[in-house]
């Protein structure tokens, strides 16, 4: 059975692929079963990906923060339509693997001073371009690849060791040849398999802050107050959340709860 991707590509239908997803969440094997079979009895011809989510989200819910984990994609998406908030993001991902970073920087080159999203360094110092995209079905293309060498070769003699790409969404296979090539550090949604984004993202729980629901008044003013991770929200003291917010007490108790049911 074929189905219809976000990007309007069609593909063949794997039940493995859906079972290992929900797996990945920390779901019980049994509602994994569950859902994939429950996604087998409902296909239909042309379904897209997008109808099959809504089914597996709703069976989902029958276990605590499983579908938010799940919708884990969509949630990155939602930290927009800006980029800076996923360049901050992807920081303190890195942080947590041990990095020190800077974010938002310019370096000067030979000509011009160019912003750098994000510094990294952890033995070896790294120029971090990040690749946002809010809306399904967008690849990272060989251009964004090919900009982010140039601005390299630009600043390598400020002691950068590495250019590094980081999208949210998938590289294109052109990119990902291409960033062989010159030894450009890729990050992508599933690539590479055992340092993806997804993955950096489950093995140390680093939600991000739109995982949970709320308004868009919320997640602005969380937001514009540089919390981005669940990790974050959880850590920051209510009173000092609320009076940095103008976020009423109550409604920030009840975001930390939630938070605190999908961390834990």
């Not at 990119?175 to 997804?198: H, M």
């Not at 981005?228 to 609320?242: A, F, G, N, Y």
């Amino acid at each position: 059975m074929e189905v219809i991707k976000a990007s309007g590509e069609k593909e063949d239908f794997s039940y493995k692929k859906v079972y290992y997803s929900i797996l990945e969440t920390g779901a019980s094997k049994i509602l994994a079963k569950e859902t994939t079979n429950l996604v087998k009895k409902s296909l239909y011809k042309e379904i897209t990906t997008e109808e099959i989510l809504k089914i597996i989200l709703k069976n989902l819910k029958k276990e605590l923060g499983i579908a938010e984990k799940y919708n884990l994609k969509r949630a990155i998406m939602n930290l927009g339509p800006a980029g800076y908030a996923f360049e901050k993001y992807f920081s303190e991902i890195l942080n947590a693997y041990g990095y020190k970073t800077q974010t938002g920087i310019h370096i000067k080159g030979k000509r011009i001073i160019h912003e750098v999203d994000v510094l990294a360094e952890k033995q070896k110092k790294f120029m971090i371009e990040c690749k946002y995209h809010n809306e399904k079905g967008i690849h990272t293309k060989l251009q964004s690849a090919l900009a982010a060498y140039a601005r390299f070769l630009d600043l390598k003699s400020h002691n950068i060791h590495q250019p590094w790409l980081v999208t949210n969404t998938k590289c294109s296979k052109d990119a990902v040849n291409y960033a062989k090539g010159v030894n450009l550090r890729i990050t992508s949604w599933r690539y590479p398999k055992q340092e993806s984004l997804a993955k950096l993202i489950q093995e140390k729980k680093l939600y991000p802050l739109t995982i949970i629901f709320m308004n868009e008044n919320q997640k602005k003013a969380l937001l514009d107050n540089k919390i981005v991770t669940l990790k974050s929200l959880i850590e920051t003291p209510e009173k000092e959340l609320s009076s940095l917010t103008k976020i009423p007490l109550k409604e920030i108790i009840k975001l930390k709860e939630k938070a605190k049911e999908i961390i834990n």
